[in-house]
């Protein structure tokens, strides 16, 4: 029984994977569907917030990319615009940035 309320305890103080009580969109999984847009989306949307990813150079673009989308996926976006063609390359990382929409 105490090593249960332990446990419990243990994953109240850590937070977990929760998302802010203010968002609109619940968090996606891993791996979710996600359109990409250079330029703004070409649909009405929702924005949600700003995404990065940082990957090393070793790591290739379209799973860097991919990283990228899943931080959408975690703030509930199915869409992330405003990504460069290339990523900003520094410091031995390749780094994408956009902003996470969510489709009206």
């Known amino acids: ?3 249960a ?3 419990v305890l243990a994953l109240v103080a850590c937070g977990g994977a ?4 203010g968002s609109k969109y619940p968090a996606r999984e891993e791996g979710c569907t996600v359109e990409l847009f250079h330029d703004a989306p070409t649909k009405p949307s929702e924005n949600i917030g ?7 150079e070793t790591v290739a673009e379209a799973d860097c990319l991919r990283t990228l989308k899943d931080q959408a996926c975690k703030l509930g ?7 460069a063609t290339e990523p900003v390359r520094k410091n031995g990382r390749q780094q994408w940035s956009g902003r996470a929409a969510h489709s009206k």
């Open 1 to 3: 029984m105490k090593a």
């Open 5 to 7: 309320a332990l446990v």
């Open 18 to 21: 929760r998302q802010d009580a």
């Open 50 to 56: 700003p995404v990065s990813a940082s990957c090393d």
């Open 77 to 83: 976006g199915d869409m992330v615009w405003g990504v």
